[in-house]
């Protein structure tokens, strides 16, 4: 007996030892993680529901509630793929959708089984099982499976409603919710009364007011305002279109709570009932207060589309461009109060020009994508008058795509997409002309591009560098070439291959006609028109940045740009900083975003406002409001640009990284996609670049630095072969993990 056990003992150290011998040899890989952030429709959270504006619980029961639907007949599902390990890319999934979650708990999708699907996809997968009914709630989740045909175990489930008439197709959204805010302080002023700062301006449907009083002759005055006097009081005659209100407000003795509802209404797009008219407005002054500002309590009721404020962050060594940062960022969420993209407090009405820098913007300080896909949406058939915002549809649209890898919406709008190149306008030169031709006004085109009445050509607004125009235009051609180019890709991306050779054959013709009408070979630059030699930097900047200038001609032209500051308005700086970028010239773009000149987004700052304004100051446009997206470039352009992450296939599953820092000593960025964050962190000194990233699962970053004499290029501790290639370093491409890049 006892010669046994030694024999199993002696059995099972040798076992064990050779099962370190392999162990060490082969290492245990990390256990593929469940799929996290389930999306259905793009939404994060399809089982948000509100009661007047305040989140509850969804297993709350009474009341009148707002709740997220799904109104499509085929939703898209998508999810982010998690593992500790690096390099994870997923090679199949199974989805299961059912009527019940006891049916998910036993592994029975009964409404849609996938079955086990090849693919690397996780984002945009269209539901393909039994039709959906209306007002009922489906519960579903998925698994993957890694290269190594590891299998992760299912996602907790996830559940979304639907609305009562299911759609073909139709973007759902979030409820608009209210957040309650309180002052960074409230102090006595030395003559009486009492002033308040919420620390940013926001749009609010009601204040409530603390106060106390002795009597009941009490009335005090609540001026509320977006601006202050240098004297620290609520500025009761602003400029422009700067908001300022007052209300009488008569107290009753005692200690009470007031509410203030506000009577400010008008726009386009109407607030829903629940949230009430909002006005915007960041400091409150009490006129007639004795009370003691300790004893006040002020909170505001502000309104936004749902927004983490947790999704990115950009922080550098330039404290200016930081602030500049903030400012964007803080617009898309302080905008947002209607749900989707306007053109700010004055007119409230959505234009596809600031659906182009607000969808940029959004896609940069937040993974939520049907803010800036709905509001595309609502221009494409609702169009405005300006003939690049008419173009401008294709870029959004195409972007939209880029960013979410779902392609039900370009699939969708394909045939007005189409419309939006305006090729009705092309001539026999290959270019097009709208506002010189009466075709602009022919019903039966304008009905095409769901618009009433004309069209005409903006160039820019409300500064156009002494531009020239004529019967052909620079700037409007540079958009039309644009628009070809994407609609290429776009018919591409729904295999329609027959449209697509189509519209790149077409965008050659226009390229060329380009070239011939608008290139002054004499001062290597580019005209504004056909009728004129005077060249503006938006005829330069606009071809630059769209893909327009030919690589020999590169440098001059970049040459003429730099030559012209910011002579253009707040709208056509998001042009030129692509411009600039595109042309490689990351010390111009840095300069340009952290200047302190009166055309400047720190002048915005300086003059008070906490959201980008429509222009660059109170001095330029006389009626300018201090609450318009399309001020907020900066917000795109330093993530996609600077930090350099922009997506290059759809959905993120490949992705650029190419800093270009400006000289920058360091810089931290956190940047949402819909496969996960992106985090950098540059350090650069006079003989080194250091960076640190972590690639999300599921997707490849092709990684493009500056060139540095003799550098050695090191991964993780280890050398790497490089490509060299136009002054930058290109990376063998990287997948999931994080990694340590030394460059010296």
């Known amino acids: 007996m006892e010669m046994e056990l030694r024999m199993k003992w002696s059995r099972l150290i040798w076992m064990g030892f050779f099962s370190c011998l392999l162990l060490s040899a082969f290492p245990v890989c990390a256990q593929l993680n469940v799929p996290e952030q389930l999306r259905c429709d793009l939404l994060l959270q399809t089982d948000y529901q509100l009661s007047e504006g305040f989140v509850v619980p969804v297993e709350w029961k009474s009341g009148k509630k707002e709740s997220v639907k799904i109104l499509s007949k085929f939703p898209a599902f998508g999810w982010n793929v998690s593992c500790e390990k690096s390099g994870v890319t997923q090679t199949a999934y199974q989805i299961l959708v059912a009527g019940s979650v006891n049916s998910l708990n036993k592994n029975i999708g009964d409404l849609w089984d996938s079955g086990k699907v090849i693919s690397t ?19 579903w989740k998925v698994r993957i499976w890694d290269e190594e045909q590891t299998q992760s175990g299912y996602s907790d489930v996830a559940t979304f409603m639907t609305d009562k008439e ?55 005055i609540v001026h509320l305002g977006e601006a202050m006097t ?62 003691n500002a300790n004893n006040v309590l002020l909170v ?94 294709v870029m959004t649209a195409w972007n939209d795509y880029l960013y979410t890898g779902d392609l039900r919406s370009i699939r969708y709008y394909y045939e007005d997409l189409k419309a939006k190149c305006l090729m009705d306008f092309e001539t026999k030169k290959h270019l097009i002309s709208v506002s010189e031709t009466e075709l602009r006004k022919d019903s039966a085109i304008m009905a095409k591009i769901y618009h009433k009445g004309s069209i005409s050509d903006i160039i820019d607004w409300p500064s156009r560098d002494g531009y020239v125009g004529g019967t052909y235009k620079s700037v409007i051609n540079a958009y039309y070439y644009r628009d070809l180019v994407l609609m290429s890709n776009i018919a591409d991306a729904i295999n329609n291959k027959g449209d697509a050779d189509f519209f790149r054959k077409k965008a050659a013709l226009v390229r060329k006609s380009f070239q011939k009408m608008f290139w002054d070979k004499s001062n290597k630059r580019y005209r504004d028109s056909d009728k004129t030699n005077h060249a503006s930097l938006h005829a330069n900047m606009f071809p630059m940045a769209f893909g327009l200038v030919d690589e020999a001609n590169k440098a001059s032209v970049m040459d003429y740009i730099r030559s012209k500051g910011m002579a253009c308005s707040i ?15 990351g010390d111009y773009g840095r300069s340009l975003m952290n200047s302190t000149d009166r055309k400047s987004w720190y002048n915005m700052i300086r003059e008070g406002s906490s959201i980008t304004m429509e222009a660059w100051g109170n001095d330029y446009k006389g009626n300018q409001d201090w609450s318009h997206i399309w001020g907020a470039a900066p917000g795109n ?77 090191t991964v993780n501790g280890s050398f790497v072969d490089v490509k060299w290639e136009n002054n930058n370093i290109i990376l063998p491409p990287l997948r999931s993990g994080n990694y340590r890049i030394v460059l010296e």
Not at 571 to 585: I, M, S, W
Not at 645 to 651: A, F, H, Y
Request: glycine fraction near 8%; include cysteine; charged fraction near 25%.
């Open 637 to 713: 352009v330093i993530m996609r640009d600077l930090v350099g992450v922009k997506p290059v296939e759809p959905g993120w599953s490949k992705f650029q990284i190419k800093p270009q820092l400006g000289g920058l000593e360091w810089v931290k960025a956190k940047v949402p996609t819909i496969k996960g964050p992106v985090i950098v962190d540059y350090r650069q000194g006079a003989r080194t670049f250091v960076m640190k990233v972590n690639i999300p699962g599921n997707t490849e970053a092709v990684i493009i630095l500056p060139r540095k004499k003799k550098d050695k290029v």
């Open 300 to 393: 505001r009721n502000t309104a936004y589309y749902p927004y983490n404020d947790e999704a990115s962050y950009f922080d550098s060594s330039d404290s200016i461009l930081n602030k500049v940062w903030d400012l964007c960022k803080y617009s898309v969420k302080a905008t947002s109060f209607t749900g989707q993209f306007i053109d700010g407090d004055r007119e409230r009405k959505p234009y596809e020009g600031d659906n182009y820098i607000g969808q940029l913007t959004a896609y940069c300080v937040d993974a939520e994508y049907s803010l800036p896909r709905y509001s595309h949406e609502y221009t494409i058939r609702k169009a405005t008058w300006p003939t690049e915002w008419i173009l401008i549809s």
């Open 121 to 139: 996809q996780s984002s945009g997968i269209i539901y393909a099982g039994k039709p959906l009914v209306g007002d009922k709630s489906y519960f």
């Open 571 to 585: 709208f056509g700086a998001q042009f030129l900083l692509e411009a600039v970028y595109a042309g490689e010239d």
């Open 230 to 291: 240098s004297d620290g009081y609520v500025n009761r005659d602003p400029e422009c279109k700067i908001r300022y209100y007052d209300y009488c407000l008569p107290l009753r003795q005692g200690r009470h709570t007031y509410r203030l509802d506000f009577r400010r209404g008008g726009g386009s797009i109407k607030t829903p009932a629940y949230i009430g008219q909002v006005i915007p407005f960041r400091y409150v002054e009490l006129e007639n207060y004795s009370g």
């Open 166 to 220: 299911l759609q073909e197709y139709a973007t759902a959204r979030y409820p608009i919710q209210k957040e309650q805010e309180v002052p960074v302080y409230v102090r006595n002023m030395g003559d009486g009364g009492i002033v308040a700062d919420f620390g940013k301006a926001a749009f609010c449907g009601q204040l409530y007011l603390s106060l106390t009083s002795d009597s009941e002759r009490d009335t005090v």
